[in-house]
C-alpha cells in the first residue's frame, strides 16, 4: 500500500467520524404540563454517548429534580473517540407522577433551554376535609397507584392523564372510594364529618366498671365512662373487658354515637322456700328472681333440683325432681316415693342468662320443714333461713321448759319448808 492511498484512508476515516468528535454540553431542562405551566418536582434524566474506546457507550446520568420553575440543569462532556462512529443524540427522560416524556435533542445543535411538554398531564388537587370545611392534615389518599399524604391545608397534589381513575381516601376511621376523570385541571374534595361518641361500661345494677377498653386500634383504661368530640368513621368498633368477660360491638355515629355495654356479674336471687308434704309426695316452691336495672334474667331452663334421704353419707347418689314454672320467677319441684317421718335434703342449681350460677341447700321433713340453708353463689343480698327463722321459737320452748322447771322446784322447797315449820 502506497502513501498516498494510505492518506486517502484516513481522510476518509477522519471524515465519517466528524460531526460530534467530542463535546460539552451545559444546558437546562424545563418540565411543562399541557398548559404550558411549569412542574416541579419533576424527575429528568439525561442518556447520551460518552464517547469513550472501551466500556459502555452510551451514559445515564442520575435524576436531577425541577425546581419551583420547572427546571434542572445538566452538563455532560463527550470525550471523543477515533474507533467508532459518535452517536449526536442526547436523549432526554422526564417523568411526573408515574407519567413518562421523551424528548431527543442533536448535540450542539439546540437552545440553552430545552422543553418537554407533558400534553396530556394536568394538575389535581385532591382535598380532605370534615364538614366544617376543616382540613385534614395526615390524610392517606391513593389515586391509581400513587399514594400521599395531605399537606397541612388538607391537598394532595397529583398530576395525572387524561382518563379514569380509582381513589381511596381515608383519614383514622373514616374513608371513601369513587372514581374520578381528568380531563382537564381538578380539584376534588371528599368531606368526612366527626361525631361525639360516648361509651358507658356498667354493671347490671348499673354501677360504673373500671373496665378495659379497645377503640380506635388502641387499648385504654376507663372507669366506666369514654367520650371522644371527634370521632370520625362510619362504624367504630370496639371491645371492653372486666373481671375476665369480653364484650364487643360498633357504633354507627350518625346513627348512634353512644353505646351502653353491661357486664352482669350477679347471679340470681332465691327467696322464701316453702314445701306442702302430702302422705308419699313433697312439693316445693321456689320464688326465684335477678334483680338489678340491666340483668339478664333467669334461665328457665337451667333449673335443677335434686334430692336424696338423710343419713347419707357423700357417696349416696342424688335423684332429680319434676321442675316446672307456675308463675313469673316461681318453681315447683314435685317429689314423689318418700317414706313417712324421713328427712330430705335438698339442692338447687340455676343460671341467669349471663352464666352467673346460684345454688341453695336445705332440708325438710316428711311431717314438716327440718331447716333450709342459703348457699347462693355471687348474691350481693341474703336472705334468713328456715332454720334461723326458727331460732326465736325454740329459744322460746327451752325457756318456757327452764321456767317451768323453776317453778316446779321453788314450790316443792316452799312445801318442804312449810311442812318443816309446822
Not at 400521599?148 to 391545608?153: A, H, I, L, P, V
Not at 338423710?310 to 318418700?338: K, M, Q, R
Request: hydrophobic share 35%.
Amino acid at each position: 500500500m502506497n502513501y498516498r492511498y494510505m492518506l486517502l484512508l484516513l481522510m476518509l476515516v477522519s471524515t465519517a467520524f466528524a460531526g460530534c468528535a467530542g463535546y460539552h454540553e451545559i444546558f437546562e431542562v424545563q418540565v411543562l404540563d399541557a398548559k404550558l405551566r411549569t412542574l416541579s418536582d419533576a424527575e429528568v434524566t439525561v442518556t447520551y454517548d460518552r464517547g469513550t474506546s472501551f466500556g459502555e457507550q452510551y451514559f445515564t446520568t442520575p435524576i436531577h429534580y425541577t425546581d419551583a420553575n420547572g427546571k434542572t440543569s445538566f452538563d455532560i462532556l463527550n470525550q471523543g473517540t477515533t474507533t467508532r462512529k459518535i452517536d449526536c443524540d442526547i436523549v432526554i427522560t422526564a417523568s411526573v407522577a408515574g407519567n413518562t416524556k421523551e424528548e431527543t435533542i442533536i448535540a450542539e445543535q439546540h437552545g440553552s433551554v430545552v422543553s418537554v411538554i407533558f400534553d396530556n398531564v394536568y394538575p389535581v388537587n385532591f382535598y380532605v376535609r370534615d364538614h366544617f370545611n376543616g382540613p385534614l392534615s395526615n390524610a392517606t389518599v391513593t389515586i391509581g397507584t400513587g399514594q400521599k399524604k395531605t399537606n397541612e391545608n388538607g391537598v394532595a397534589k397529583y398530576y395525572l392523564k387524561t382518563g379514569t381513575y380509582e381513589y381511596f381516601a381515608s383519614y383514622l376511621e373514616a374513608n371513601e372510594a369513587g372514581n374520578l376523570t381528568v380531563e382537564d385541571d381538578i380539584e376534588f374534595q371528599v368531606t368526612f364529618p366527626y361525631y361525639k361518641v360516648e361509651i358507658e361500661v356498667v354493671n347490671d345494677y348499673g354501677e360504673p366498671l373500671n373496665a378495659t377498653l379497645t377503640i380506635y386500634n388502641e387499648t385504654m383504661q376507663i372507669d366506666g365512662h369514654f367520650e371522644n368530640n371527634r370521632t370520625f368513621g362510619q362504624e367504630i368498633r370496639y371491645e371492653a373487658r372486666y373481671a375476665g368477660l369480653i364484650e364487643s360491638g360498633s357504633i354507627i355515629p350518625e346513627v348512634k354515637p353512644n353505646a351502653l355495654i353491661v357486664f352482669d356479674v350477679h347471679a340470681p336471687l332465691f327467696g322464701q322456700i316453702d314445701s306442702q308434704i302430702t302422705t308419699d309426695r313433697a312439693k316445693l316452691t321456689i320464688p326465684v328472681s335477678d334483680q338489678g336495672q340491666y340483668a339478664s334474667g333467669v334461665d328457665l331452663s337451667s333449673i335443677v333440683v335434686s334430692y336424696r334421704m338423710e343419713p347419707a353419707d357423700p357417696s349416696t347418689p342424688w335423684s332429680n325432681a319434676v321442675v316446672f314454672p307456675v308463675g313469673y320467677s316461681t318453681f315447683t319441684a314435685e317429689i314423689s316415693g318418700l317414706p313417712e317421718n324421713s328427712i330430705v335434703s335438698f339442692s338447687i342449681d340455676l343460671k341467669d342468662k349471663a352464666g352467673n350460677r346460684a345454688t341453695i341447700d336445705g332440708q325438710f321433713s316428711t311431717l314438716s320443714i327440718v331447716n333450709q340453708t342459703n348457699n347462693t353463689q355471687n348474691q350481693t343480698d341474703t336472705h334468713d333461713s328456715d332454720e334461723d327463722a326458727q331460732k326465736i321459737p325454740l329459744f322460746y320452748i327451752f325457756g318456757g321448759i327452764i321456767v317451768v322447771i323453776l317453778v316446779i322446784y321453788l314450790g316443792n322447797r316452799i312445801k318442804s319448808q312449810a311442812t318443816g315449820g309446822v
